[in-house]
């Protein structure tokens, strides 16, 4: 993905129009927009295709099974449109391995989760997120999802992979996550959700968070 704004939208609304209405309002202000089973569930994959006439889309799946299972889902979703899919590193290396192998067949990415941002993600998930990062790399992954809530983590991941894998950071605005302190700590985007397509104005709230981010890159906060 092209590095522009550093903002991920995380689209989790249910309604089709609602949707699309939001994706081209807040086009200019973000680099990617991050679909779940909310809306595909609601909406059916064809949703990908419409909202990637706006940006990239990133497919949350969270993918988590045997190999032959990954392959079948991986499939399903770069044929439906979608730029990159989200896994869970768990499962292991050969479930992750089919997960790229699929995507290098179709010039897509795969991210990684590490660590998720809510307060469970750390319970289980914590402990082993560095081997996570550390397998996510060497097998070939594009990046790694990391917690925007829990910036240390980010840096500490960051300073473990190096710039090997890019790092995508949700938790921002709703959870509490700051878009600035986690870009300082070594993430690449940050994913917001419900703090753009909740507002008022979601390409307000959009430009907003782009800007926070566009100065602390200037080192002005």
């Known amino acids: 993905?092209?590095?522009?704004?550093?903002?991920?939208?995380a689209l989790d609304v249910t309604d089709r129009k609602e949707a699309i209405r939001i994706a081209e309002d807040v086009r200019e202000f973000v680099d990617a927009i991050k679909v779940g089973y909310p809306l595909i569930l609601a909406t059916g994959l064809g949703i990908i295709r419409e909202l990637a006439e706006f940006a990239p889309i990133i497919a949350d799946f969270k993918v988590a099974d045997i190999p032959n299972t990954n392959r079948l889902i991986?499939?399903?979703?770069?044929?439906a449109g979608a730029d990159a899919v989200i896994v869970q590193g768990f499962t292991g290396r050969d479930s992750l391995d089919a997960c790229i192998?699929?995507?290098?067949?179709?010039?897509?990415?795969?991210?990684?989760?590490?660590?998720?941002?809510?307060?469970g993600g750390a319970e289980f998930m914590q402990p082993v997120a560095e081997a996570i990062a550390k397998m996510a790399a060497e097998a070939g992954a594009f990046g790694l999802v990391a917690p925007a809530t829990r910036p240390e983590r980010v840096k500490k991941i960051r300073k473990l992979i190096g710039d090997k894998l890019t790092i995508i950071s949700p938790g921002v605005g709703a959870q509490g996550g700051k878009a600035s302190d986690v870009i300082a700590a070594g993430a690449d985007w940050v994913i917001v959700g419900r703090s753009i397509y909740n507002a008022e104005s979601p390409k307000e709230a959009a430009c907003k968070i782009a800007a926070e981010i566009e100065a602390e890159l200037r080192g002005e906060n």
Do not use: G, W
């Open 101 to 119: 192998e699929v995507a290098s067949e179709y010039r897509k990415d795969v991210f990684v989760v590490s660590e998720m941002s809510h307060p």
């Open 74 to 79: 991986c499939e399903q979703v770069f044929e």
């Open 1 to 9: 993905m092209e590095r522009n704004t550093c903002v991920i939208l």
